[in-house]
Every structure is written in structure tokens, then in C-alpha cells.
């Protein structure tokens, strides 16, 4: 599947970098748009809401700047998350200061509904919605979404089960738009492995998070580098669906990581901590399987740089 236009041409390798609840702010977004893949935040780590206004001027202002000084370099688009789920009650007002602002993409989460499709399509932008399963793609493309994000086992943050072997093949049966694959990515050969299986781009997070430009804790990047696949627990306890943490972050709450409790769906607040007092994600670290093979914490250019050098390796090997 073709890329939308708003992305081709401008990506250094085929990559998005998830939106993260706190870590995502303007620094990491606008070092990853300069460095050639698309840079994303969720309009709640905009506080107060004013801010998002803000935000949105200076990823602009300093982007459009970049472009000019450096007119061979390829530049790009930024996204705002969107978490479209009633205890959001900031979701008008962050929509209507996107489409003031024209954001080129617009990553919705939980429910896909037509009217944000609507207003981002009449500027000429694109929705792409996280799922992690083949009902919730379907609904999502009944409201004519642009992509669809497959969150597939072992990613971060809200994340599926489902091999990304299966629910990518299922989506791509049944859909012609955009498939983004997400789940335990960390390097550039995985942005190629998940082209192989049918997906258009790669979404990862993690990764990110253990870089300069992030907005996290010390503590939080180095216990990433520290971590395996087995340091992450699955748990729905913090906000009421199931998502991948680190270990360690939840020993230092004062938890048993391989004792807690289920949380009550119908109490989601994405405002708050969800069914624990130790609140996610700014004591209860996400993370996804993919720590594995992080090593290091280095800037955004040199970091992307790298996976490029990874994916075009990994190309040349595979070449018949």
C-alpha cells in the first residue's frame, strides 16, 4: 500500500515514533521529525490545555525552519494523539485547536469516531487509530480512517496479544489503507521485518524513551537499559486495560509485580492512576519486550541514524 502523500518522500526510514503518555513532549517530537521519522504526542501531556496551542506553534515554527535551512534533508510530519474515551473531557477542545493548527496526522485511541476523521479529512490530514485486535480494526475502518495502528504482544503501553504474524495478515485482507505495526521494536532491521509481514511502517516507543530528547526520569531511562523481555509485566491493575510495564518501577511503588490485582474496565480514567495509587505513567513505567536490545541512551539524530544504517544492512542481506 502507498503511503499517504503527506508522507512520502520525507521519511528517512519507514518509522513513527509512538506517542508516550509524559515522555512525548515538543523537544523528542521535533528531534524526530528533523531526523526523518514522524514525531507524536498525546495533546494530554499538553497541561493545562492551553499549552497545546503553544506546543503545536513551536513544532511548527521550528520545523518549517529546519526545512528551509536544510531543503535536501528529509524533514518528517508531526501527529497528535487523541485518547477519544468519555473520562477524556479535554478531547473537544484539543480537536478544535488541531484543526486550527492543520495537524498532519492525527493518532486516535480506544474509539474511532467519524466526527475526528471528519475534521482532520477537511484539511487534507490523516486519522490513524491503535488497535489491538481484528473487531476493533473493522470499526475503525467503518469510520474511514486513513491507517490502522496493529498494537500488537510485547508492545508498550496499552498493548495487544496478538502476533503481529496474525493480526497483520488479517487487517491487510481486509483493508487497503496504511498498516502500522507496533510490538517489541527497537531497532532499524525491525522496521523492515514488519514491512516483510505486511505492515507500511513501523511504531515504536520504547526505544525513545531511553534517549536525550525524552522527557523521562533518569531512573526511568537507565531502568530501560537495564531491562530484558522478562522485566516487563502485563497488567490492566493502573488504568484499567491491560498494558506493559517494567518490573523494577513496580517494585519501587511498594508491589508485588507477580501478585497484582485486576482493575474494574468500566473505572478507566486516563487522568489518573487508574485502580492503584501509584499512578501511570509517572510512577508505573511503560515499557515494551523490545528492552532487550537497548544498550544506551543517545540523541535522537545519532539514534536514527543507526537504525538506518540497521535497516539498510538488513536489506542488502536479504537482497536475492
Not at 520525507?10 to 524526530?32: C, D, K, T, Y
Not at 471528519?118 to 481484528?134: C, M, Q, R, T, W
Not at 509485580?257 to 474494574?264: I, T
Request: glycine share 10%; proline share 6%; aromatic share 6%.
Amino acid at each position: 500500500m502507498p503511503l499517504p502523500a503527506i508522507l512520502q518522500g520525507n521519511l528517512r526510514i519507514p518509522v513513527i515514533g509512538a506517542p508516550m503518555f509524559i515522555v512525548s513532549g515538543p523537544e523528542l517530537v521535533i528531534a524526530q521529525c528533523k531526523a526523518g521519522i514522524v514525531g507524536s504526542f498525546p495533546a494530554l501531556n499538553a497541561r493545562p490545555q492551553t499549552m497545546l496551542d503553544e506546543w503545536l506553534i513551536r513544532i511548527k515554527d521550528e520545523l518549517d525552519e529546519y526545512k528551509e535551512a536544510n531543503p535536501d534533508v528529509p524533514v518528517a510530519p508531526y501527529a497528535v494523539n487523541q485518547i477519544a474515551h468519555m473520562s477524556n473531557d479535554r478531547l473537544l477542545a484539543d480537536m478544535e485547536t488541531c484543526v486550527k493548527h492543520q495537524v498532519p496526522i492525527i493518532i486516535t485511541s480506544l474509539r474511532p469516531p467519524a466526527e475526528i476523521v471528519e475534521a482532520v479529512h477537511s484539511y487534507g490530514g490523516v486519522v490513524f487509530h491503535d488497535v489491538i485486535n481484528l473487531r476493533h480494526a473493522m470499526k475503525a475502518m467503518e469510520q474511514g480512517v486513513d491507517g490502522i495502528i496493529t498494537v500488537c504482544a510485547g508492545a508498550g503501553g496499552h498493548a495487544g496479544t496478538t502476533s503481529p504474524f496474525a493480526l497483520v495478515k488479517e487487517v491487510r485482507e481486509a483493508f487497503d489503507g496504511t498498516i502500522i505495526l507496533s510490538g517489541s521494536m527497537s531497532q532499524g532491521n525491525d522496521a523492515l521485518a514488519a514491512q516483510a509481514i505486511g505492515a507500511d511502517l513501523a511504531y515504536i516507543g520504547t526505544r525513545f524513551i531511553a534517549t536525550e530528547e525524552a522527557n523521562a526520569p533518569s531512573g526511568y531511562k537507565e531502568m530501560i537499559v537495564a531491562s530484558k523481555s522478562a522485566d516487563i509485566v502485563y497488567s490492566s491493575l493502573f488504568t484499567g486495560v491491560s498494558g506493559s510495564y517494567l518490573k523494577g518501577s513496580i517494585e519501587n511503588a511498594g508491589m508485588d509485580p507477580e501478585n497484582l490485582p485486576e482493575a474494574d474496565k468500566s473505572k478507566m480514567d486516563f487522568g489518573s492512576g487508574g485502580g492503584s495509587k501509584a499512578k501511570a505513567w509517572k510512577d508505573i513505567w511503560g515499557a515494551g519486550q523490545g528492552v532487550g536490545t537497548v544498550h544506551d541512551i543517545p540523541s535522537i539524530e545519532e539514534l536514527v541514524l543507526r537504525m538506518e544504517r540497521e535497516y539498510r544492512d538488513a536489506a542488502d542481506r536479504l537482497a536475492l
